[in-house]
């Protein structure tokens, strides 16, 4: 059997909106699968979103689907708000369609232990936390340390199932990077990423494609037989940076489709 995925990620639906200008996203027609990982819009206006397409979706939350609430809380919000739709949301689920395990996890980043907040580190890793400043944590703005060890959870998720045996292709879906070759490198990179130190290498001898998101510039490399694919959208402010959708410098293609045989 072959499964068609369109990949798609970052739209910030929000955004686009906002200024007025027309969302850049289509399902393309030979879709039979659609995969939206993470930062579609804010809270639970990605699902709304997810909703109006009318194709069976994968969704990963990413950051922006957590503004203003609890990644324990994000979740079960948006299965709730997807229940009899053709919209499946993935936070540490797995699913097997068509002979393909999924496993999906907004994973979050790894900008590498709290002790290096006291390092020189500490001035590129405050950046990079300015993007989680909507998440919540026990009431609060999510801090290092609960981002700390929500990757933890995610990372050891995975590797519980990935150690689990399938007779057949897997998935892994995630919003953040698996790996450092994701993070942009065109003009001086991208803030919210450069300080990331996913090294998910070791897990990647399970995978045979990794989707992602949170970057603003695509890739598609492979480590191993893991074939790793980011096909963002990007944000309207993203013309800010020597790349973006608006100059067509980011690499995001709305044609891109993926066929897994199973």
Request: charged share 15%; hydrophobic share 40%.
């Amino acid at each position: 059997m072959l499964t068609t995925i369109q990949l798609a990620s970052d739209l910030h639906i929000g955004e686009y909106l906002a200024e007025g200008l027309e969302i850049p996203f289509r399902v393309h027609p030979q879709a039979n699968l659609l995969i939206l990982a993470g930062d579609i819009d804010i809270g639970l206006q990605g699902m709304d979103f997810a909703r109006t397409l009318d194709v069976p979706t994968l969704y990963v939350p990413g950051v922006l689907e957590h503004a203003g609430l609890e990644p324990e809380v994000a979740a079960p919000l948006m299965k709730l708000d997807s229940s009899r739709t053709k919209v499946r949301v993935l936070q540490n689920d797995a699913v097997v369609i068509n002979g393909i395990r999924f496993l999906g996890t907004t994973l979050w980043p790894n900008f590498g232990p709290p002790s290096l907040l006291k390092g020189p580190e500490s001035v590129g890793i405050a950046v990079a936390m300015t993007g989680y400043g909507t998440v919540q944590d026990g009431g609060k703005t999510m801090t290092y340390s609960g981002l700390w060890a929500r990757h933890q959870a995610a990372v050891a998720w995975l590797s519980q199932r990935l150690a689990e045996p399938f007779d057949g292709p897997t998935v892994v879906i995630s919003h953040h990077i698996p790996h450092p070759k994701s993070i942009p490198r065109q003009g001086a990179g991208d803030p919210f990423a450069a300080p990331c130190q996913t090294r998910l290498t070791a897990l990647m001898t399970f995978v045979d494609y990794w989707f992602h998101g949170s970057v603003h510039v695509a890739c598609d490399y492979r480590i191993r037989d893991c074939r790793v694919i980011c096909n963002p959208v990007g944000a309207p402010s993203d013309h800010r940076y020597p790349y973006s959708f608006a100059q067509k410098s980011n690499g995001y293609r709305p044609d891109l489709l993926l066929e897994i045989a199973s």
